[in-house]
């Protein structure tokens, strides 16, 4: 009888081989598990853990939506598809608000005034506040994948990030020595605020009321009043949040295309003002010499003439992305269209098209403006904060479209203007204008492709 001890050499050569793989990849599970428990930990002391329990009913949707019709009508048609996705996973129908539908009051678009609304309404039975433009596109199952990583009784605030590549007179010189720090969400990506936040900043907009001063870039300026020089949370980047929706694990997406809406509005349906001096470069704040613009446009035998737009003599444009966006616009409506800014809108103010980048007027938007005889309070006055008082006080919206710009190429993350096709930029300083108009707005042969490709489809429909 053989020792115990020799025995174990007769196992055969597969057995062996069996027992080495099994031993293998029980070391690799175990490896493997000590790296997911070890991951599990860090997201835990972050405060982001897959186990966080988020449905449907725990999202408050809300649509950046605008009164115009063109723009209501997408904004519902976005608002219908979440319903859809929500009915189709069976879950208790969410609540999707329309942001112009919220509140009548000027400046609701800046968000910030509409939150002790969200904290009362929705801090007993929601999570989150979930934003996103009217273009945006959401993949409901991937959302709720990603937002149950985060603890929602946390303060977040989370979006795909955006960082200024230098310092900009948009965002007045600020972290000129690292621009890059400074991380802000792109609002075509989506954004989200968890409750204990939005409970968190109604307290503080109690305390302390807005200031009234100028809003130029939305997002940035809500991501820095949130951060509050480190009182409150930076945005936390979400990698599901994105533009271009390439990755199927994409809860969001946003399609870089041009508006158009049937034919293109015609070169002849559209008149051009310049405004322009001998000086070029002195003191351009041109009220007189803009209603001077609109009372001979109204007035003399321009009569068949739908559309007018006012630039600067420093206004890059091109003029046939404008004839395909405003073919999506009713010129019997009262169309004010540009690049949006806001001055004192926490405390009465108004909203406006900043002039740089171009102002559109329908005929019907210049009819009631100087039948209301609302004017310059001195020539020399700045034309577009005017032009945006009168316009308020009348019950005429701003319409916003980002695709007008009131600086250059170089004070825009590359991040953001890659999901756009640019209408106009404004400024020559340190730069070369053709270059930027040709780089950025001339028409190119994909331009051409793509409008071929959509009047075919009108065609075959």
Request: neutral net charge; glycine residues 6%; hydrophobic residues 35%.
């Amino acid at each position: 009888m053989r020792p115990p001890a020799r025995r174990g050499r007769r196992l055969t050569l597969p057995a062996l081989l069996s027992l080495l793989t099994c031993s293998l990849a029980f070391a690799l599970v175990s490896k493997d598990v000590k790296k997911e428990v070890k991951q599990s930990k860090n997201l835990e002391k972050s405060g982001i853990s897959e186990k966080n329990d988020v449905d449907l009913k725990g999202i408050a949707f809300v649509i950046q939506s605008q009164s115009n019709s063109f723009h209501a009508k997408k904004a519902e048609q976005l608002k219908q598809s979440i319903l859809k996705q929500a009915a189709d996973l069976t879950q208790e129908v969410p609540r999707v608000l329309l942001l112009h539908q919220l509140a009548q009051q000027e400046g609701a678009w800046t968000i910030l005034p509409l939150l002790p609304h969200f904290s009362v309404t929705y801090s007993r039975n929601s999570s989150w506040i979930f934003f996103c433009e009217e273009e945006t596109r959401i993949q409901i199952p991937q959302l709720l994948q990603a937002l149950r990583r985060y603890d929602p009784s946390k303060e977040w605030f989370l979006g795909k990030a955006l960082h200024d590549e230098e310092s900009t007179i948009i965002h007045h010189y600020a972290f000129s020595e690292n621009p890059t720090v400074f991380k802000y969400p792109d609002f075509a990506a989506g954004w989200a605020l968890s409750i204990p936040l939005v409970n968190k900043l109604t307290k503080r907009l109690k305390s302390e009321s807005l200031k009234s001063d100028f809003t130029i870039d939305l997002k940035y300026e809500i991501a820095l009043y949130i951060w509050d020089r480190g009182d409150g949370p930076p945005l936390t980047p979400v990698p599901e949040f994105c533009t271009d929706g390439v990755d199927s694990s994409c809860a969001t997406a946003f399609h870089s295309f041009l508006p158009l809406c049937g034919n293109p509005v015609k070169k002849k349906d559209i008149f051009v003002a310049v405004k322009t001096c001998k000086k070029f470069h002195g003191d351009r704040s041109h009220c007189g010499k803009t209603f001077a613009i609109l009372e001979r446009f109204l007035n003399h035998s321009y009569d068949k003439i739908a559309w007018l737009v006012i630039v600067d003599d420093d206004t890059l444009i091109s003029i046939s992305r404008l004839q395909h966006l405003l073919s999506c616009y009713d010129a019997s409506e009262p169309v004010f269209l540009g690049e949006r800014y806001g001055y004192g809108l926490g405390t009465g103010g108004y909203s406006y098209v900043t002039g740089g980048g171009g102002m559109v007027f329908s005929r019907e938007a210049i009819r009631r403006l100087l039948a209301s005889k609302c004017r310059c309070y001195s020539n020399d006055a700045p034309d577009d904060m005017v032009l945006g008082m009168c316009f308020s006080g009348l019950g005429v919206p701003v319409t916003h479209s980002p695709l007008f710009h009131q600086a250059r190429p170089v004070d825009y993350p590359k991040d953001y203007l890659s999901h756009q096709v640019p209408i106009s930029f404004h400024k020559h300083w340190n730069i070369d204008p053709v270059k930027v108009y040709f780089t950025w707005l001339a028409p190119s042969e994909e331009d051409r492709a793509r409008q071929e490709t959509r009047e075919g489809f009108k065609e075959e429909l």
